[in-house]
């Protein structure tokens, strides 16, 4: 059992940038991934970046060069900074964790990008 909290979403114009947080429940440290995952109306959930408990991280395409994961092992908690957004990246934005028990989601936060 992983609870998530996500907070950093909101309103932004084309060009600018937001900080997504999601603080877990546990020590991240015994979580194998997290990542970040975004659902736009009427598109599929897509993975935006991923980190492992290692530290290794990879990132969706459409979002290399501009946004970076990271993490904060002392606050439990993952980030995704989020830079040159656009229009298109308009969506609700997911945490997810992996242990080795489950797999669980944060209630997600929503990023309106305006053009």
């Known amino acids: 059992q992983v609870q998530l909290v996500e907070s950093g979403g909101g309103l932004v114009q084309a060009g600018g940038s937001l900080r997504l947080s999601c603080a877990a429940s546990t020590s991240i440290f015994r979580i194998n991934s997290m990542g970040w995952y975004r659902q736009a109306p009427g598109k599929q959930r897509e993975l935006v970046a991923g980190i492992t408990s290692r530290g290794s991280t990879n990132y969706a395409d459409s979002v290399k060069g501009r946004f970076t994961i990271s993490r904060d092992i002392a606050l439990n908690t993952i980030y995704l900074q989020m830079n040159s957004l656009k229009p298109e990246d308009t969506a609700v934005y997911y945490c997810?964790?992996?242990?080795?028990?489950?797999?669980?989601w944060g209630q997600g936060t929503q990023v309106t990008v305006s053009s």
């Open positions: 997810k964790a992996s242990p080795n028990y489950g797999t669980y």
